[in-house]
T-cell receptor, first 112, second 113 residues
Framework: QKEVEQNSGPLSVPEGAIASLNCTYSDRGSQSFFWYRQYSGKSPELIMSIYSNGDKEDGRFTAQLNKASQYVSLLIRDSQPSDSATYLCAVRGGNAGNMLTFGGGTRLMVKP | NAGVTQTPKFRILKIGQSMTLQCTQD?????MYWYRQDPGMGLKLIYY???????DKGEVPNGYNVSRSTTEDFPLRLELAAPSQTSVYFCASSYWGSTDTQYFGPGTRLTVL
């Protein structure tokens, strides 16, 4: 069974700090990796995608992928209270149908 | 461009009742999906469709049925509702392709008592 694992948290960081969110996956054939942000009571929204090993930066967000270690992370620099949400890691395998497998999410709390 | 819309937003069912959750997208996406999210958990795929007339089971299909007669619509049918089906249901859509991403509707919060 394909699995995506995340620490459920909560991860608490002070405003302005770097938040580091981690995710591991079991399917070595996985092709694409995504980070979704979900505010309480709302639907998930895509914030980052990464497809090859290394770092990908977008504003305050950096996604890091290491396929050999089956590990993907999300760094949020200069964390703001508005970043407080649950962050879902999603992995797309090498199968047909564009199926995503989601982790359970990490709850991030940024304290002013 | 409304994106992905879902109705109803909230619903309370009694055990054994049936209902249909509606989902419509106006982005001409060929792929559509139904997920459920239990409290404090991630998303579990119920059913998906790769185009009109084609559907397939996901990870947790028992107790649900789907149909896809048009590109735009992908309703989810609950037959004989059970308390275990209490959850938030999200519909999503995407284009086919390894770099494509999924766009989610606002969700339906269902309680079965």
């Amino acid at each position: 069974q394909k699995e995506v694992e995340q620490n459920s948290g909560p991860l608490s960081v002070p405003e302005g700090a770097i938040a580091s969110l981690n995710c591991t996956y079991s399917d070595r054939g996985s092709q694409s990796f995504f980070w979704y942000r979900q505010y309480s009571g709302k639907s998930p929204e895509l914030i980052m995608s990464i497809y090859s090993n290394g770092d990908k930066e977008d504003g305050r967000f950096t996604a890091q992928l290491n396929k050999a270690s089956q590990y993907v992370s999300l760094l949020i620099r200069d964390s703001q209270p508005s970043d407080s949400a649950t962050y879902l890691c999603a992995v797309r395998g090498g199968n047909a149908g564009n199926m995503l497998t989601f982790g359970g999410g990490t709850r991030l709390m940024v304290k002013p | 461009n409304a994106g992905v819309t879902q109705t109803p937003k909230f619903r309370i069912l009694k055990i054994g009742q049936s209902m249909t959750l509606q989902c419509t997208q106006d982005m001409n996406h060929n792929y559509m999906y139904w997920y459920r999210q239990d409290p404090g958990m991630g998303l579990k795929l119920i059913y998906y469709s790769v185009g009109a007339g084609i559907t397939d089971k996901g990870e947790v299909p028992n107790g649900y049925n789907v149909s896809r007669s048009t590109t735009e619509d992908f309703p989810l049918r609950l037959e004989l509702a059970a308390p275990s089906q209490t959850s938030v249901y999200f519909c999503a859509s995407s284009y086919w392709g390894s770099t494509d991403t999924q766009y989610f509707g606002p969700g339906t919060r269902l309680t079965v008592l």
